[in-house]
Each structure stands twice: as structure tokens, then as C-alpha cells.
């Protein structure tokens, strides 16, 4: 094996897990250390920075850092169950318990002298308001369109007030449009003809997936009147157009849309409320927590059953009938949904809330304006980085760009939409994409002594509390978790790995004294002839099976041999460099921020660096 | 040292041995010796040997005395009997609590300081006995706790860190316990594990007095060139006599090697060391001829490493002494004062 390179920005990012994982890459352990140090509004600015929303998504987010945190696969075989570590509720800590005047005072400024150039951003979701938010403070005048009255999207209409309160969108929507931002609300955008009439130097298109499915069974238009498309019951609910539900209520589909349907229900007027899904349990689409979330509250969940037909009386809706299927996998693993042969299953009901997935439109952007649309999906054609349309000036993100997917990827899209907004405004290549600014900085402040906390709590996930249920099901607008206490936001922060203090090996000072091999509490680190790759993974302290995980290789050292590292399970606990004598381990910070628009991200800055 | 406990957690693919312990439950205290101790490479091959023997910790006794070596069963093993004893009398207290309880496994911890200056005597003579033990020298010619002075092993001519020669001549631990009368008598270095730890194996499956001399570089005061004992120098003039695969009685011989390069040597309880030989002409059987060897490659300046010596048919203190198959420990009034009729027994039979 060839030695690790460990200057590519890439090796150590990886290793932060949590942060690699994050579409926006967000630096996860930075602000949860922050936390644990009582400084939320500086670990508040470090998720506001690169994720724009850390109260909506310390609520909301699908936190895909989770699945991927390394303290799930270190508590492996050590305990009950094996847990990553809260990062989205911890992220809520610092949101909650920030200082807002402070903050505000920290935010960047309306740019007193605009550079003429003006932006046109259509929906005021996620997508939009983070490109909004890069581009305002720039000097770029920026305009958002939205249908409904305020901005927030998605987030405002369709995400129910128990699970996200309107203040916290009010206030971070809020941060955004203070920055100079031009929100025009009541406004749809009806032809994208029009818009680009209008002269804008660009545009972003952020409109989401704003359609939901329907299921066209037998019965379906006759009962009507007792059927509802999901998201759009869920935004008349939001504006308070429905206020109640029949006793008994279907909701049909896995995903989360589903489990938002199924306990606002509950919330108005639903006694007797299941969700019923083709699939099974395990395959549904909404995250396990939600899942969790909606038996808490009495919902059962009940799975492979077909939706057949909408059965009615008198052009009323009495009940559904399903087809009893169970899995069955052909020769490729494909999963096909057999029927059983058992007779249909019939279940009574007052409503039914169809939840089967959303849907791009866009009937707005006409097709011969030089945007181009795929023939199989009619989805625009958009490049996956540069988030640019066959049309130079128009772009995309979040939902509207590849389908629906969470707020944390729209995001991440505005990001990059914003630096490629900048960059072609700038007369530059969009496609030559910014570094991330990276440091990688000593933790040694002596001894044995470092300047984060190396000592590895042993305590299990901690559970965030939820209100009494007797009373959140009374109101649709009372929030349900009560996010971390002071005592428990610092346990639960405790049990981060800091992995982004990295190990980082010096080769020349090695003398080879096995104390970091004898010390490691994992087995991560070998002395061993080197050789390829796969042979190297069988032939380790511990074998290094998991091939998602890289392998830290040094370069020969004097007896020939090279230090290999299993990154995959290392505590952070700084032990191999305590016990090192020689200081050819250290301890240092890997600190990594997406560059987003600005000057950094022009040409000019690369050449100024080099 | 370090601030702080070795975390709880360990790797997720850990097992258990037959005993029903991890590798993790042999350990100690978080060491408390200088970073990059060989000693603590030695207590970390303790715990692997211990381990893949299935060894239930609460049948073995780590006895020690005086000094960084002797600091060392605090840890590894803390499920295990333990004793500091004065400064270099580990080997008197061992012989009284072997000749008590003979059935616990014995684990004499000692080092250059402890055993080769103050405690020489009690070493000549445990050795001499032949007590069923496994006594390891943690050796590094040094005296570390007293900040680096030369210790009575040091070799003739090797410098300090400060520079000063030394002119004493060394004491030679392995040659001694050759010529005392060690049934088992091996040479190891901290840095080499795939060596030292199934020479610690073979040694505890050994019945009898095992001697087993580790070279362990102290990275403080005895790591620098002109170190007889530091890592580089050993690992340069490293002379391996052989190489040890320590194979359970329940484990199947399958590596093959071509003849004449093994030699089996089969122990009391079946265990067989398998011996795979780096030097042509050695044989590990030969008392006189090891000594001959070691003397030869030393004075070529080279560190003979390995299993040097091992008698099969050894037999220990309590075989000489023809003592009782229940260890005294548990004989009980009864056993111990028979009564008048068995004491005019024995007076009759002296008349």
C-alpha cells in the first residue's frame, strides 16, 4: 500500500464521519463540543453558516449523520444496543438556548452599495433562502417569489406545528430576509417566459416537489369528498382550512409525509388511526425515530397490504379493501410483492389520507425557452454540481432539481447554486468548484493534557423528553419533544468522539516501541510488513473488515515494517499519542469548511494562496 | 503516565476464550511507567499469553519487588493474586507461597535492579531450587527510577545518556540460570511480540524453574547510541536462535516444514513447542552447548534471543521434596498432627 496523503482535504474528512456525511458539511463535532462548553451562540453560528437552519433541522432534519456516526459502530458488541450519538437534538440545544440579541448583532449586515446585479430566486423554500443568504450579503439584489404569504416553503406548510413550532421558521426565515433580502409573497410564478422577460442576471429555481401523488382505485372519485391528497391536507391544516378529521382515518404510504398525516390526524379528532403500507416495516421510507414517534402515540402500523379499492355507500366512503401480499425476491434480489391467496382485508374508515409520494410539476416552465427536460422523467436537465440548467442563467435546487429529498440536501444545493451564481456573474468557469478551507492544528496543551476532553464516556444515547401525550394530542400546535436539558445536552454531547482530532503519525520519529499498539483500546494500529491492500486488512491487530473505512499507512519505517491505522472504530481518545515517547503521534484538529460564495470561491483567491 | 483510564470500549469483533474472557479483562491499571516503557510491551505480551491460554485469573499469583519492572503487575492481570515484596526478595516470598499452594500459577516479575544487584542472592537460589515458577527480568541496564545509573547488567563499555563509559562488567542473568540449573531458559525483547509471547507461553506451560531474561529499552535514560540496550541497538545485533510456535495440546499440527528445520518439544501436560530453527547447528537440549553459544555470539557483540534451554523431564521443588499431592495450604488439623499412635510410629522407625 502506498502511503496515506494526508493533505488531501478529503482523508481526514472522511474520517469526521458525521460531517463527511452531511450534505452541507456541517463540522458536527466543532459545534458540539461548543455545546458541551456552554457557548451556544458560537456553535449556533457554525451550523448557521453552513447549514442555515440549525432550529428547523435540530427538529426536522433526516440527519443522515446519524446512520453514519462512528460512536453507533464503536458501541458495537460493548452494550445493549449500539446508538450514534444525537447529533440533530443536539444541534437543537444550541438553537434553544442561544442568546438571539447576541446573535443578531453577530449576522452579517444588509450591504449598504448593491452591485447592480439581481437574482430571482422562485419558491421561498430551504433551497432558495439559503441562496438568498449566500448571495444578500454579497451585494447581489436577490428576490424571492412565493405563493403563499411568508417564506419557509415546505418547512412552514407541510412540516405540522407539533414537530416545529412557527416561531423557530419565523425567526430563522426572519435572519434571512433581514440581510437585504427582497421577499415577494402572494406571487406565483406562472411563466417562466415571463420571469426571464423581467431581465434578471439569474435565476434559481427551488420550487420544490410540490405534488403529491394520488392512487386512482376503484372508488376513488366516487368518495372523493373523503379522500385527500397528504401534503395538501397537511397545508390546509396548516391554514387552518381543515380543522378536523373523521373518528376513523387510513393513511396510505411509508414515508414521512405518512407519519405527518397520521398524527395530525390524531391531533383532530382521529380516535382509531393506522397507517397502511404495500411494503414491509422495515422497508418503509420514514425515518425509524418518526416511525417511533407515531406508535408512541397509538398508531399501529400495518404492512404488506395493497390498497384495492375505496369502498362507499351512498357516495360515501365506509372503508378500504387490500390485497394480502407478502416479499418475494427473484434471481437478481429484486423485491416483488407476491399476493398471498389469503382473501382481501377490509378495514372501516371515515377518511383517508393518500401519503404514496410527491411529485416535481412544472407546468410553469415553458419548453421552449432553452431549458432543457429529461423525455423519461420531464425533470430538467441539471448538472449535479454545478446545479446549472441547459439554460446558462436559469438553476436549480433542493426538491425541483432532482426530486424530493429533505431539507438539509436543499441546502446543500443553495450552496452550490449560490457559488456558481457568483462565479458566473464573475465572468468565471462554474465548473472549476472551490476548495474547502482546512486547518489541521496541534491539540497539545502539555503533558498529557489536551485542549479538547479525551476521556470516552461509557453512557448509553440519551432519550430527548417528550410532553405528556394526554396533552399534545389536544392541540395540533403544541410541540411534542421538549428537546434536552442543560444536564442531559452535556452527557449526551460527552459521548461525541471528537473525530475530528485526528491522529496524525510523524514516520521519522517512530522508533517502533509498540506503546501505541499495546495502549489503543480498539486495536486500530499495527506494525506489519505492508502489502496490498486486502491483505493487509486480514493481517491486523484487529481485522479491518469494514471497506468504507480507510487505512492510514505510513511510509516504510526502520525495520522495515509501516504503521497501519483501521480508522474505523479509533475513540479520538488521544491515548496512542500519550503514550507515545517520541511525539510521532499527535493529536490535532481537522477543522474543514465549505468554501460558499464569495471572494473565496473566485479565481483570483486561488492565485493570491498559491 | 496518562490522565486518564484506558477507555472501557473495545474493538467490536473481541472474543472470548474458553474461559470466558476477553483479552481486555487481563488487563490493569492504566500503566504508570514513561511513555514508550518496554516494560509495558512485556506486560502487554503477559496479557495476549495469558489470554489465548485460557488462564482463569484468579488462579495465578504476580509476585514482585522493587522498581519500574516491579511496578508492572499493577498493570496486567487484576483479577490476580499480587504481592510487592521488599526490594529484591520476590524470589524467598514466591518459594513460601509456592511451597503453600502449589496448584496457582506463579509469575515472578522482576528486573535488572531488583534481581541481578540487590536481590542476586535470592534469584541464585530460587533458580537453584528449582521452583515451579515463571520468573521474568525486565531488563534495561538501568537503573530508571534513580534517573539512569548503570544497573549491574549493563555491558562492559556501553555509555550512559550523560556519556560516561561504563567499566564494570555485566552481570550475565541467562548464563547464570543456565549454569544454575533452569529446567527453561529463554531470551526476549519487548519489541518483538511474535517472539516473546509464546515464549512466555511455553514458560508458564513449563513445570518447573523458567527463567526468562526480556531486553526492555528504557526510552528515558537508555535509548541513545552507545545503549547496549536500547531499541535500535538490540533490534541491529538481534541473533534469534529460533523462532517459537507454542501449539496447545488441542490444536492440530498442520504447518509443514521441511526436516531437519523443527524440533517438538513435548511438555508434561502434552503441549508441544514447536521450534523452528534460525541457527543450523543449535539445539535447545544441550545445556553445556547453549552456554557455549551464548558466550560465543555475545563476545561477537550479538544479543542471542529465543528458547535457549528446556529439559522436558524437569522436575520442581516440590518433586524434590517429595511433598504431599494436596498443597499444604489445605491440609487441615487432622493431616498435620495425626495423633500419638503415628508419632510413635515415626520415632520407632528413628530408633
Given at each position: 500500500?502506498?502511503?496515506?496523503?494526508?493533505r488531501?482535504?478529503d482523508?481526514?474528512?472522511?474520517?469526521?464521519?458525521?460531517?463527511?456525511?452531511?450534505?452541507?458539511h456541517?463540522?458536527?463535532?466543532?459545534?458540539?463540543?461548543?455545546?458541551?462548553a456552554?457557548?451556544?451562540d458560537?456553535?449556533?453560528?457554525i451550523n448557521w453558516k453552513?447549514?442555515?437552519?440549525?432550529?428547523?433541522l435540530?427538529r426536522?432534519?433526516?440527519?443522515?449523520?446519524e446512520?453514519?456516526?462512528?460512536?453507533?459502530?464503536?458501541e458495537?458488541?460493548?452494550?445493549?444496543?449500539?446508538e450514534?450519538?444525537?447529533?440533530?437534538?443536539?444541534?437543537?440545544?444550541?438553537?434553544?438556548?442561544?442568546?438571539?440579541?447576541?446573535?443578531?448583532a453577530?449576522?452579517?449586515k444588509?450591504?449598504?452599495?448593491?452591485?447592480?446585479?439581481?437574482?430571482?430566486?422562485?419558491?421561498?423554500?430551504p433551497?432558495?433562502?439559503?441562496v438568498?443568504r449566500?448571495?444578500?450579503?454579497?451585494?447581489?439584489?436577490?428576490?424571492?417569489?412565493e405563493a403563499?404569504?411568508k417564506?419557509?416553503?415546505?418547512?412552514?406548510?407541510?412540516?405540522?406545528?407539533?414537530?416545529?413550532?412557527?416561531?423557530v421558521?419565523?425567526?430563522?426565515?426572519g435572519?434571512?430576509l433581514?440581510?437585504?433580502?427582497?421577499?415577494?409573497?402572494?406571487?406565483?410564478?406562472?411563466?417562466?417566459?415571463?420571469l426571464?422577460a423581467?431581465k434578471?442576471d439569474?435565476?434559481?429555481?427551488?420550487?420544490g416537489?410540490?405534488?403529491?401523488?394520488d392512487?386512482e382505485?376503484?372508488?376513488?372519485?366516487e368518495?372523493?369528498?373523503?379522500?385527500?391528497?397528504?401534503?395538501d391536507?397537511?397545508?390546509?391544516?396548516?391554514f387552518?382550512?381543515?380543522?378536523?378529521?373523521?373518528?376513523r382515518?387510513?393513511?396510505l404510504?411509508?414515508?414521512?409525509?405518512?407519519m405527518?398525516?397520521?398524527?395530525?390526524s390524531?391531533?383532530l379528532?382521529?380516535e382509531?388511526v393506522?397507517?397502511?403500507?404495500?411494503?414491509?416495516?422495515?422497508e418503509?421510507?420514514?425515518?425509524p425515530?418518526?416511525?417511533?414517534?407515531?406508535?408512541h402515540?397509538?398508531i399501529?402500523?400495518?404492512?404488506?397490504?395493497?390498497?384495492?379499492?375505496?369502498v362507499?355507500?351512498?357516495?360515501?366512503?365506509?372503508?378500504?379493501?387490500?390485497?394480502?401480499?407478502?416479499?418475494?425476491?427473484?434471481?437478481?434480489?429484486?423485491r416483488?410483492l407476491?399476493p398471498?391467496?389469503e382473501?382481501?382485508?377490509?378495514?372501516?374508515?371515515?377518511?383517508?389520507?393518500?401519503?404514496?409520494?410527491?411529485?416535481?410539476?412544472?407546468?410553469?416552465?415553458?419548453?421552449?425557452i432553452?431549458?432543457e427536460?429529461?423525455?423519461?422523467w420531464?425533470?430538467?436537465?441539471?448538472d449535479?454540481?454545478?446545479?446549472q440548467?441547459?439554460?446558462?442563467?436559469?438553476?436549480?435546487?433542493?426538491d425541483a432539481a432532482?426530486?424530493?429529498?429533505n431539507?438539509?440536501?436543499?441546502?446543500?444545493?443553495?450552496h452550490?447554486?449560490?457559488v456558481?451564481?457568483?462565479?458566473?456573474?464573475?465572468?468565471?468557469?462554474i465548473?472549476?468548484?472551490?476548495?474547502?478551507?482546512v486547518?489541521?492544528i496541534?491539540?497539545?496543551?502539555?503533558?498529557?493534557?489536551?485542549?479538547?476532553?479525551n476521556?470516552?464516556s461509557?453512557?448509553?444515547?440519551?432519550?430527548?423528553?417528550?410532553?405528556?401525550?394526554?396533552?399534545?394530542?389536544?392541540?395540533i400546535?403544541?410541540?411534542v419533544?421538549?428537546?434536552?436539558?442543560?444536564?442531559?445536552?452535556?452527557?449526551?454531547?460527552?459521548?461525541?468522539?471528537?473525530c475530528?482530532v485526528?491522529?496524525?503519525?510523524?514516520?521519522?520519529?517512530c522508533?517502533?516501541?509498540?506503546?501505541?499498539v499495546?495502549?489503543?483500546?480498539?486495536?486500530?494500529?499495527?506494525?506489519t510488513?505492508?502489502?496490498?491492500?486486502?491483505?493487509?486488512r486480514?493481517?491486523l491487530?484487529?481485522?479491518?473488515?469494514?471497506?468504507?473505512?480507510?487505512?492510514?499507512?505510513?511510509?516504510?519505517?526502520k525495520?522495515?515494517?509501516?504503521?497501519?491505522?483501521?480508522e474505523?472504530v479509533?475513540?479520538?481518545?488521544?491515548?496512542?499519542?500519550?503514550?507515545?515517547?517520541?511525539?510521532a503521534?499527535?493529536?490535532?484538529?481537522?477543522?474543514?469548511?465549505?468554501t460558499?460564495?464569495?471572494?473565496?470561491c473566485h479565481k483570483?483567491?486561488?492565485?493570491?494562496a498559491a | 503516565?496518562?490522565?486518564?483510564?484506558?477507555p472501557?470500549?473495545?474493538?467490536?469483533?473481541?472474543?472470548?476464550?474458553?474461559?470466558?474472557?476477553?483479552?481486555r479483562?487481563?488487563?490493569?491499571?492504566?500503566?504508570?511507567?514513561?511513555?514508550?516503557?518496554?516494560?509495558?510491551s512485556?506486560?502487554?505480551a503477559?496479557?495476549?499469553?495469558?489470554?489465548e491460554?485460557?488462564?482463569?485469573p484468579?488462579?495465578?499469583?504476580?509476585?514482585?519487588?522493587?522498581?519500574?519492572?516491579?511496578?508492572?503487575?499493577?498493570?496486567?492481570?487484576s483479577a490476580?493474586?499480587?504481592?510487592n515484596?521488599?526490594?529484591?526478595?520476590?524470589?524467598s516470598v514466591l518459594?513460601?507461597a509456592?511451597?503453600a499452594?502449589?496448584?496457582l500459577?506463579?509469575?515472578?516479575?522482576?528486573g535488572?535492579?531488583?534481581?541481578?544487584?540487590?536481590g542476586?542472592g535470592?534469584?541464585?537460589?530460587?533458580?537453584?531450587?528449582?521452583?515451579?515458577?515463571?520468573?521474568?527480568?525486565?531488563?534495561?541496564?538501568v537503573?530508571?527510577?534513580?534517573?539512569g545509573?548503570?544497573?549491574?547488567?549493563?555491558d562492559?563499555?556501553s555509555k550512559?545518556?550523560k556519556?560516561v563509559?561504563?567499566?564494570d562488567?555485566?552481570?550475565?542473568?541467562?548464563?547464570?540460570?543456565?549454569?544454575l540449573?533452569?529446567?527453561?531458559?529463554?531470551r526476549?525483547?519487548s519489541?518483538d511480540?511474535?517472539?516473546?509471547v509464546?515464549?512466555?507461553?511455553?514458560a508458564?506451560?513449563?513445570?518447573?524453574?523458567a527463567?526468562l531474561d526480556?531486553?526492555?529499552p528504557?526510552?528515558?535514560?537508555?535509548?541513545h547510541?552507545?545503549?547496549?540496550?536500547?531499541?535500535?541497538?538490540v533490534?541491529?545485533?538481534?541473533?534469534?536462535a529460533?523462532?517459537l510456535?507454542?501449539?496447545?495440546?488441542?490444536d492440530?499440527?498442520?504447518v509443514?516444514?521441511?526436516?531437519g528445520?523443527?524440533?517438538?518439544?513435548?511438555q508434561?501436560?502434552?503441549?508441544?513447542?514447536?521450534?523452528r530453527?534460525?541457527?543450523?547447528?543449535?539445539?535447545?537440549?544441550?545445556?553445556?552447548?547453549?552456554m557455549n553459544?551464548?558466550?560465543?555470539?555475545?563476545?561477537?557483540?550479538?544479543?542471542?534471543?529465543?528458547?535457549?534451554?528446556?529439559?522436558e523431564?524437569?522436575?520442581?521443588?516440590?518433586?524434590?521434596?517429595?511433598?504431599?499431592?494436596?498443597?499444604?495450604?489445605?491440609?487441615?488439623?487432622?493431616?498435620?498432627?495425626?495423633g500419638?499412635?503415628?508419632?510413635?510410629k515415626?520415632?520407632?522407625?528413628?530408633?
Open positions: 500500500m502506498k502511503p496515506t496523503d494526508i488531501k482535504p482523508y481526514f474528512h472522511k474520517v469526521v464521519d458525521c460531517q463527511w456525511a452531511c450534505p452541507a456541517t463540522p458536527v463535532p466543532e459545534y458540539i463540543r461548543l455545546i458541551a456552554g457557548r451556544h458560537d456553535a449556533y453560528l453552513s447549514n442555515v437552519f440549525p432550529g428547523i435540530g426536522t432534519c433526516d440527519r443522515p449523520c446512520p453514519a456516526c462512528r460512536r453507533g459502530r464503536v458495537e458488541n460493548n452494550g445493549e444496543k449500539p450514534p450519538v444525537a447529533i440533530c437534538r443536539l444541534k437543537r440545544v444550541c438553537a434553544d438556548n442561544k442568546d438571539a440579541d447576541a446573535i443578531r453577530r449576522m452579517p444588509p450591504v449598504a452599495k448593491k452591485n447592480g446585479k439581481r437574482i430571482a430566486c422562485v419558491g421561498a423554500g433551497a432558495s433562502l439559503t438568498a449566500d448571495l444578500a450579503p454579497l451585494g447581489y439584489h436577490v428576490t424571492v417569489f403563499d404569504a417564506g419557509g416553503g415546505f418547512m412552514r406548510t407541510q412540516v405540522p406545528r407539533f414537530r416545529l413550532p412557527e416561531e421558521i419565523d425567526e430563522e426565515v435572519y434571512i433581514d440581510l437585504g433580502v427582497e421577499l415577494r409573497g402572494n406571487t406565483r410564478i406562472d411563466s417562466m417566459k415571463d426571464l423581467q434578471f439569474a435565476v434559481f429555481v427551488g420550487s416537489a410540490p405534488r403529491g401523488r392512487l382505485i376503484p372508488g376513488r372519485r368518495a372523493a369528498a373523503n379522500i385527500h391528497i397528504g401534503l391536507w397537511l397545508a390546509s391544516v396548516y387552518e382550512h381543515v380543522k378536523k378529521i373523521g373518528r382515518v387510513i393513511v404510504g411509508g414515508g414521512n409525509t405518512a405527518d398525516c397520521c398524527r395530525s390524531r391531533r379528532g382521529g382509531d393506522k397507517v397502511i403500507v404495500r411494503s414491509g416495516f422495515e418503509m421510507k420514514a425515518s425515530w418518526e416511525k417511533e414517534d407515531a406508535q402515540e397509538g399501529p402500523i400495518l404492512n404488506y397490504l395493497v390498497p384495492k379499492t375505496f362507499h355507500e351512498n357516495g360515501k366512503l365506509t372503508g378500504m379493501t387490500f390485497e394480502k401480499v407478502r416479499a418475494e425476491h427473484d434471481a437478481k434480489g429484486r416483488k407476491v398471498t391467496g382473501p382481501d382485508a377490509f378495514f372501516e374508515c371515515d377518511d383517508v389520507l393518500i401519503a404514496v409520494g410527491q411529485e416535481n410539476a412544472f407546468p410553469w416552465i415553458e419548453r421552449d432553452g431549458i427536460f429529461d423525455s423519461e420531464d425533470m430538467p436537465k441539471v449535479k454540481i454545478t446545479m440548467s441547459t439554460l446558462p442563467n436559469v438553476f436549480f435546487g433542493g432532482f426530486g424530493p429529498k431539507i438539509i440536501w436543499a441546502v446543500a444545493h443553495g452550490d447554486a449560490a456558481s451564481i457568483d462565479k458566473f456573474l464573475n465572468g468565471e468557469d465548473h472549476e468548484r472551490p476548495e474547502p478551507g486547518s489541521l496541534s491539540q497539545k496543551m502539555g503533558i498529557h493534557e489536551w485542549s479538547y476532553d476521556d470516552i461509557n453512557d448509553a444515547r440519551y432519550a430527548v423528553p417528550w410532553r405528556d401525550k394526554a396533552q399534545t394530542l389536544k392541540s400546535k403544541t410541540e419533544e421538549l428537546g434536552f436539558d442543560a444536564k442531559s445536552a452535556l452527557a449526551e454531547a460527552q459521548r461525541c468522539l471528537n475530528d485526528q491522529t496524525v503519525f510523524t514516520k521519522d520519529v522508533i517502533e516501541c509498540d506503546a501505541c499495546d495502549i489503543c483500546p480498539m486495536d486500530c494500529i499495527t506494525f510488513q505492508n502489502g496490498e491492500e486486502a491483505d493487509v486480514t493481517h491487530s484487529a481485522p479491518a473488515l469494514n471497506l468504507t473505512q480507510a487505512l492510514y499507512v505510513s511510509d516504510t519505517l525495520t522495515g515494517r509501516v504503521m497501519v491505522k483501521d474505523d479509533c475513540l479520538h481518545c488521544g491515548l496512542c499519542a500519550e503514550r507515545c515517547p517520541t511525539g503521534w499527535d493529536m490535532r484538529k481537522f477543522f474543514l469548511e465549505m460558499h460564495a464569495g471572494p473565496g483570483h483567491a486561488k492565485k493570491e | 503516565m496518562t490522565y486518564i483510564a484506558k472501557k470500549l473495545h474493538h467490536p469483533s473481541l472474543t472470548c476464550n474458553a474461559a470466558g474472557f476477553t483479552r479483562d487481563y488487563e490493569g491499571a492504566v500503566s504508570t511507567l514513561c511513555a514508550g516503557c518496554g516494560h509495558d512485556i506486560s502487554a503477559i496479557i495476549q499469553a495469558c489470554w491460554l485460557d488462564i482463569q484468579h488462579r495465578v499469583a504476580k509476585l514482585s519487588g522493587i522498581g519500574c519492572s516491579s511496578k508492572t503487575p499493577t498493570y496486567f492481570l490476580s493474586h499480587g504481592f515484596t521488599v526490594h529484591g526478595r520476590m524470589p518459594t513460601g509456592n511451597l499452594n502449589k496448584e500459577l506463579y509469575l515472578g516479575v522482576s535488572d535492579g531488583d534481581s541481578a544487584s540487590i542476586i535470592q534469584f541464585v537460589h530460587a533458580i537453584r531450587r528449582g521452583v515451579n515458577m515463571v520468573y521474568i527480568v525486565e531488563n534495561n541496564g537503573y530508571g527510577l534513580t534517573k545509573q548503570f544497573s549491574a547488567t549493563a562492559l563499555g550512559s545518556k556519556g563509559t561504563n567499566t562488567s555485566p552481570l550475565d542473568m541467562v548464563g547464570m540460570a543456565l549454569q540449573g533452569a529446567s527453561f531458559v529463554a526476549g525483547f519489541g511480540k511474535p517472539q516473546l509464546p515464549l512466555i507461553k511455553a508458564i506451560k513449563h513445570k518447573g524453574a527463567f526480556v531486553i526492555s528504557c526510552v528515558a535514560f537508555n535509548n547510541p552507545g545503549s547496549t540496550k536500547s531499541y535500535d541497538y533490534r541491529e545485533h538481534n541473533e534469534a529460533n523462532r510456535d507454542f501449539i496447545d495440546g488441542r492440530e499440527i498442520t509443514d516444514y521441511a526436516a528445520e523443527l524440533i517438538d518439544v513435548t508434561h501436560d502434552g503441549n508441544v513447542i514447536r521450534l530453527k534460525l541457527a543450523a547447528s543449535y539445539s535447545p537440549h544441550d545445556r553445556v552447548a547453549a553459544y551464548l558466550h560465543e555470539r555475545s563476545a561477537k557483540g550479538e544479543v542471542v534471543t529465543g528458547l535457549l534451554y528446556v529439559d523431564d524437569a522436575h520442581d521443588l516440590h518433586g524434590h521434596m517429595n511433598t504431599v499431592s494436596t498443597p499444604l495450604n489445605r491440609l487441615a488439623a487432622k493431616e498435620l498432627s495425626p500419638k499412635k503415628a508419632l510413635e515415626i520415632n520407632a522407625a528413628l530408633r
